[in-house]
C-alpha cells in the first residue's frame, strides 16, 4: 500500500475522526480500558479517544510502524504520548498475549479481512471485551462533513485497491472463523462486525495483592524499565482503597504530574516538609515529596533517614521510594554508592524491563553495561539472556544490593506485552526462583496498560 495515499485518507479524515471516536466508544459501553487499534488506517481514533476520556489506554500497531512516524511527532511531549504506544504486529497472528485488550478497533479493515485475522481479534480480547472492525464514516458523523470528502476518499481508496465488501461476504468470513455466537452486523453508517466476547469478565489481581501488603510498609524500587511508573501505579490503587501513601525518592525522578500525584511537597528544611506531608496527607491521601530541584526537571534528593523518621512518626499506611536511577533504559547495575535505600524498608522490589531480553549488552540497552558484564561473567555485546537478568536482579552486587535485613523481595518484570515477552519473562521469573531461595515470587507487568498485572510466577511447593 502508498503510504502516501495512506497519509493523504488520513488527513482528509481528520475532521471525520471525533465523530467515529464517540460511536467506537458509545457502542463499547464503558469509560476505560485497554485498547488495541489496528492498521494503517490507526491513530485518528485514538486521538479522539484519548482527548476526551483519560481512563483509556492505547496500543496503535500496523505491520510497518513507520507510517506513523508523523503522529510520533505530533503527540511527543504532550499528555497523550503518555497513553499511546506505537508498535508492529502482523494482523495475523497477532503479537499479544491473550485475553490483553478490551476493545479492539479495525477501521479500514476490509483491505485485509479475513476469517484467521478475525480469531485473532477474538484471541486477544479479555472476556466481556468489544471489537469493532469495518469501515465508514459511522452513523453519527454529519452528512456535510461525509459529502466535502466523499469523493476524494473514493479515488484515493481506489487508489489503494480497496475491495468491494458485501455482507453476504462479512458473514462467510464470520462463519469460517466460526464467531457467529459472538458477531453482530451493523450496517450503520458503513459495514462494521461488531464482536462482543463471552464469559463472565475475569477480576484482575492489583498490584497491591500480587505484592501481598501488609500494613505500613516501606517499598523501595530498585533497578531500571519501569520504577516511577510502579511507584504512581501502586499509589493510586492504595489511594483509591482509601489508604494514605507518600512517594518519594532518594535520588531524582521527573517532577509529577497532576495525573500521578494530587499533592507535591518540595522542601529541604525537615520540620517544614514533616509539617506540609502530614496535611497533604490529610486532604489528599497521597503525597509526594522531595527535598529540591534539580535541572531538566527533575526532583529528589531526599535522605534517606528523614524516610525513616516518616516511617516512624507520621500517620501514612504506605512509603514508595525510588532508590536509585537507570536513565530510562530497561537493565542496570548499581553504582557504588547505589541504591540508597531507607533502613525501614520492608519491601524491596527490583525491576527490569523483558524489553531488554535478546539485545545486546551495550549503552543503549543497559545503564553500566560494563558491571552487568562484571557481575554476570558475559561479554560486552553478547545477547541479554533469561540468566543474565535473572543474575543480575538477585546479585548481592546486583538490584538487591543493600536490602535491610528481613525484608521482603520481590521481583518485577515489566514490558511483558506481547506473547514472546511473556515466554522470556516466565523463564526469567523460573530462572530467579531456582537461583535464590529467598524470593517466593516474581510478578510479570505491563504497567503502561490499566490491567498491569500479566502473572504471577510462584515457587511451586
Not at 500500500?1 to 495512506?6: A, C, E, G, R, S
Not at 511527543?76 to 478497533?105: G, K
Not at 523483558?354 to 549503552?363: E, T
Not at 515477552?421 to 530462572?431: C, M, N, R, S, Y
Request: glycine share 10%; hydrophobic share 40%; net charge negative.
Amino acid at each position: 500500500m502508498d503510504p502516501n495515499i495512506i497519509i493523504k485518507l488520513n488527513t482528509l479524515w481528520e475532521r471525520i475522526y471525533p465523530y467515529l471516536s464517540r460511536f467506537v466508544t458509545d457502542t463499547y459501553r464503558k469509560q476505560g480500558g485497554d485498547v488495541l487499534e489496528l492498521g494503517p488506517f490507526a491513530g485518528g481514533i485514538a486521538q479522539g479517544i484519548l482527548s476526551s476520556a483519560t481512563e483509556f489506554r492505547i496500543v496503535i500497531a500496523d505491520t510497518s510502524p513507520g507510517i506513523f512516524d508523523d503522529l510520533r511527532k505530533e503527540i511527543n511531549e504532550t499528555p497523550l504520548a503518555q497513553r499511546m504506544i506505537i508498535t508492529s504486529s502482523p494482523f495475523s497472528p497477532l503479537v499479544f498475549s491473550d485475553q490483553s485488550f478490551d476493545l479492539v478497533i479495525f477501521r479500514g479493515a476490509f483491505f485485509f479481512l479475513n476469517p484467521a485475522i478475525l480469531q485473532e481479534i477474538h484471541r486477544v480480547l479479555r472476556p466481556g471485551g468489544c471489537a469493532i472492525v469495518g469501515g465508514g464514516y459511522g452513523p453519527i458523523t454529519p452528512q456535510t462533513l461525509i459529502d466535502e470528502i466523499a469523493e476524494e476518499s473514493k479515488q484515493l481508496n481506489q487508489l489503494l485497491g480497496k475491495p468491494w465488501m458485501r455482507q453476504e461476504d462479512l458473514r462467510k468470513i464470520i462463519q469460517e472463523a466460526s464467531l457467529q455466537a459472538y458477531a453482530e452486523v451493523s450496517t450503520e453508517g458503513g459495514l462494521w462486525v461488531i464482536l462482543r466476547k463471552g464469559g463472565d469478565k475475569e477480576k484482575t489481581p492489583s498490584l497491591a495483592d500480587t505484592l501481598s501488603l501488609e500494613s505500613h510498609e516501606v517499598i523501595a524500587l530498585t533497578g531500571g524499565g519501569g520504577k516511577t511508573t510502579l511507584m504512581f501505579a501502586l499509589a493510586e490503587e492504595l489511594r483509591d482503597k482509601g489508604l494514605r501513601v507518600i512517594t518519594t525518592t532518594t535520588t531524582k525522578i521527573f517532577e509529577p504530574t497532576p495525573d500521578q500525584t494530587p499533592f507535591l511537597i518540595i522542601e529541604a528544611d525537615e520540620g517544614r516538609a514533616m509539617t506540609s506531608i502530614k496535611e497533604g496527607l490529610l486532604h489528599n491521601g497521597h503525597v509526594t515529596f522531595a527535598a529540591q530541584r534539580f535541572p531538566e526537571g527533575k526532583i529528589g534528593g531526599v535522605d534517606p533517614q528523614l524516610i525513616d523518621k516518616m516511617a516512624r512518626e507520621l500517620s501514612v499506611d504506605h512509603i514508595i521510594v525510588e532508590a536509585d536511577g537507570a536513565k530510562r533504559l530497561p537493565i542496570k547495575a548499581p553504582g557504588d554508592q547505589e541504591p540508597v535505600i531507607p533502613t525501614a524498608t520492608t519491601l524491596l522490589i527490583p525491576i527490569v524491563g523483558i524489553d531488554a531480553l535478546g539485545k545486546p549488552l551495550n549503552g543503549e540497552q543497559a545503564f553500566r553495561p560494563e558491571r552487568i558484564a562484571e557481575l554476570t561473567e558475559t561479554q560486552l555485546g553478547a545477547p541479554i539472556t533469561p540468566q543474565l537478568i535473572a543474575t543480575i536482579m538477585i546479585h548481592p552486587q546486583g538490584l538487591m544490593k543493600g536490602t535491610p535485613s528481613g525484608a521482603r523481595i520481590i521481583p518485577f518484570i515489566n514490558k511483558v506485552e506481547t506473547k514472546e515477552d511473556l515466554a522470556g519473562a516466565q523463564e526469567v521469573g523460573g530462572e530467579i526462583l531456582k537461583k535464590e531461595q529467598r524470593i517466593e515470587r516474581v510478578v510479570l507487568s505491563k504497567l503502561f496498560f490499566r490491567h498491569p498485572v500479566v502473572e504471577v510466577v510462584e515457587r511451586r511447593s
